[in-house]
Each structure stands twice: as C-alpha cells, then as structure tokens.
C-alpha cells in the first residue's frame, strides 16, 4: 500500500510528461517496487513512440496501418490497467518490456 498513489502517477504520466515523470521517480524514491514501475513505464513510452514511429512512416504502403492501430491503442489502454492495478496494490508488467525488468 505504501507509495500507492506515485505508482499511478507513474503509470498516469503517459498522458501529461511520459518521459520525465518515470526517470525523476526513479531517481527520487528507493522504494524497488516503485522503481521497477518506473523504469518500465519509461521503457514503455520510449518503445511506443518508436514502434508507433515506424508504423506510421509504413503507412504510406498500408503494412503500417494495422500495426499503428495496435500500437497506438496498447498505449492508451495499458498505462490505464496500470493505474487501475495500482489502486489495487496489485502488480503489473508493462506489455513487450515488462519481461525485461
């Protein structure tokens, strides 16, 4: 239950500071747990706005659509389960980096 609520600003921040919110987390607080949401959730907005990057530069043949599509909902969709499990103080791995960390 302990730093509840920095775990969803965490996980919110991908809708007001995607990049900045997770590295000052991460630099400020000794929590483990926090830090790994942190790091993960940094890692997560990173491989998405480069994934989401290519699949628009691939549009342009139609190949990019679907994979832009998808992309672009995961980001929306995984950051709110995130906040929704941290509210729940259960655990959550971001999805294509969470096996990472």
Avoid: C, N
């Amino acid at each position: 239950m302990e730093h509840k609520w920095l775990k969803v600003l965490t996980h919110a921040s991908t809708w007001f500071a995607p990049i900045l919110v997770p590295i000052v987390v991460y630099l400020l607080i000794s929590d483990r747990e926090v830090k790994r949401i942190a790091l993960q959730a940094l890692t997560f907005h990173v491989a998405m706005v480069v994934l989401i990057s290519i699949s628009a530069f691939f549009s342009w043949v139609l190949i990019g659509i679907p994979f832009l599509i998808v992309f672009s909902l995961m980001a929306l969709i995984a950051p709110i389960i995130g906040i929704l499990r941290a509210l729940e103080d259960r655990p959550f791995r971001y999805p294509i980096v969470g096996f990472l960390f």
